[in-house]
């Protein structure tokens, strides 16, 4: 089956407490966006792209991304999986029901090749899809809600961090995204917990650790050393 990029791209970057929104910030004279776009641009064919931006967004139009004819772009909602679903909707009617969509976060400029290549070559001929992950490094505790009261500790050895791109199959991911948005909002906060919720078994495959999402303001030059790092 064919394979199509999602990339929700529609948030406002509060917590980074920027001027605009952070995909619009810039390492090294480009907007976050654009280097992330043009990684993924690079990497494969894909069947078609599609970038979710909120319905505020002004900066678009400045974008290198702006000027690619292979990328197209959609209104997005208000939490990222409105966005995907919006997505998935405007690829109504081309995409086919098996096929597979990456879904990658705008605000993660180290996505590596690599990784994403492995993530397609080792879900191929999976049923449900996957996500690339890291393990946990830190020890995790549990706290009484309301409480600062420890109530135990998460096995650690059983922990991975959800990382994107997230791989699913089109009819299925967007019929769970459907109900989950629908039925319980609050936990969807990756498209592999709508399909968890949906009774279905994501693999996690191993990536990178430095694929970082850009969310705190010291995430920015973090991103710019990691992406020196990779290109040296
Ligand atoms: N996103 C989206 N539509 C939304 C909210 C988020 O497309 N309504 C996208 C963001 O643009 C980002 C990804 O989902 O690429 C991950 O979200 P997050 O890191 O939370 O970004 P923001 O929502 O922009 O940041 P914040 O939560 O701090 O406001
Ligand atoms: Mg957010």
Known sequence: PRSWLVV?????????RAD?????LTISDRFVLDITLSRLMSIMAWQGCVVALSS????WPASESAAD???????????????????????????????????HDVARPCIHRDDVLRLVSQLADHPVGGLLAAPVADTIKEVTPGTQQVAGTMDRGRL????????????PLMAALHRG???????ITDESSAMERDGQMP???????????ITVPEDLALAEFILSRQAS
Not at 56 to 59: H, P
Not at 79 to 99: K, T, W
Not at 203 to 213: L, P, S, Y
């Open 8 to 16: 929700p791209a529609a948030g406002i970057g509060q917590r980074m």
């Open 20 to 24: 605009c929104p952070k995909q619009y």
């Open 56 to 59: 505020t967004d002004r900066w």
């Open 69 to 103: 004819g292979r990328i197209d772009t959609c209104v997005g909602g208000s939490d990222r999986a409105d966005s995907v679903l919006a997505s998935l909707q405007y690829l109504s009617g081309r995409a086919a029901e098996q096929d597979w969509v990456l879904v």
């Open 160 to 171: 991975w961090r959800a990382l994107t791109p997230q791989m699913f199959r089109y009819g």
């Open 181 to 187: 948005v629908r039925d319980d909002p609050e936990s």
């Open 203 to 213: 693999e996690v495959i191993a990536g990178r650790a430095d694929n970082i999402k």
